[in-house]
């Protein structure tokens, strides 16, 4: 049996969501990864560590550095110049290049619902045909008012998923989760296909 170091060296901090995704065996090591706003690289240990081509962006040039240094001691054969310093508004990649795009706890800063929109947008470009694109960020699902720990200034909603998914070539490979944490705030996790 595992024991709770040899998961946590295996997994880091993943978000428990991501790990949701890879004990459904929807990732393979063929596959070639985005993390669009890394910071320092949480969701990408059990990518870096099992040989992934992982690829990732932050608008934070220290995280970005810091992503440096923590892939290389993940794996000595990272390619180091995968992680850059970008934003989410212009993705410095061509349309189609990965097959899947990770973005967690991010598109709930964007400043208003344009912002989002381009966010997605990039989102959507970068990832292939048959693609997965992973999101999780603030909702409004189960909150009458905004919530006092909610330091978000977006939130996705029915109404804006509805739209995401008329305005994006995307469908939702599972229902959308949402975690509503004691009145504090509310979280969603949304799981989609490139189409």
Request: glycine fraction near 4%; charge should be negative.
């Amino acid at each position: 049996m595992t024991n709770f170091n040899e998961l946590n060296n295996a997994l880091g901090n993943t978000d428990l969501y991501l790990i949701d995704q890879i004990l459904k065996g929807r990732f393979d090591s063929s596959m070639k990864i985005l993390d669009a706003g890394a910071g320092e690289g949480r969701n990408l240990h059990y990518f870096l560590k099992n040989n992934f081509d992982v690829h990732a962006i932050d608008n934070n040039a220290a995280a970005i550095r810091m992503l440096k240094y923590i892939a290389s001691s993940l794996n000595r054969t990272a390619n180091l110049d995968n992680f850059q310093h970008a934003s989410l508004s212009i993705l410095p990649y061509h349309d189609n290049s990965f097959d899947l795009v990770i973005c967690s706890a991010v598109l709930h800063f964007a400043k208003d619902k344009q912002e989002f929109s381009v966010w997605v947008q990039e989102l959507c470009r970068v990832c292939k045909s048959k693609g997965i694109v992973f999101i999780r960020m603030g909702s409004t699902e189960g909150l009458t008012e905004k919530a006092p720990e909610d330091d978000f200034s977006f939130h996705i909603s029915e109404a804006i998923l509805s739209e995401v998914l008329s305005s994006n070539p995307l469908k939702l490979l599972e229902p959308s989760k949402h975690v509503l944490v004691s009145g504090r705030r509310c979280m969603a996790t949304l799981i989609f296909e490139k189409i």
